[in-house]
């Protein structure tokens, strides 16, 4: 007999980006819409928003393992007002630090600053060329705000992630709404799908070229499905990657 499957809820932890699936506990009244929650899950504790799950999805989000992400209760009164100092005390890392990295000329541009839901560390994320010494400057904040440090280098794929957009189709960026993972993508792809090779027209807010030029490529039986990587907007209306491009629909744009 197959075992019931467990009570999920999805869970944004920031305004921008895809909602997360956690699991609820059996004794554990369910959240509704809009409820902010804590969530434990390998990255650590953290305060989200409930947001509208869809049902016909669960079975695939629905998280696995020994130990999955897990909505750890209702965030209470506490919670919130630590989280709102925690967003304030960001605000003024990310200020100090822009001033210490123009200070010391670093080649490197901060993109986000996050603390942890104990407050046990600070994480600074930010976009570089190459590699960059940091070392002073984490002593510097470390001093400054007396906890654990952390930096981190992303791409700036992962940084428009983080700020969210949308794309030339009109809708919110691939990156923020369904996709896991970036995938290579090249030229060729744009060239196999005979797309004009205009650097502003292929590229995404990121400045590299679109992802969904990976996922439009046409499938196996020669059958083209055109979308954002198109010069224009998607008329399908549930947008690509929703029943469109990604899960093998046909989704016609127009230039």
Known sequence: MTPPRPAVVAVKLTPVGRANTYVLGEAQPTPRCGDAVVVQSDSGTALGTVVRNIPQLEPKRTPTGDQPPRVVRIATRDDIVARMKHKHREQEAHRIA???IRERGLGMKLARVEQSFDGSKLIFYFTADGRVDFRELVRELAAEFRTRIEMRQIGVRDEAKMYGGYGTCGRPLCCTTFLHTFEPVSIKMAKQQDLSLNPSKLSGLCGRLKCCLRYELPNAKG??????????GCDNPSGCGAGGCASGGVCRCHG
């Open 98 to 100: 822009l001033l210490k």
């Open 223 to 232: 059958v083209q499905h055109g979308g954002c990587g198109s010069e224009g």
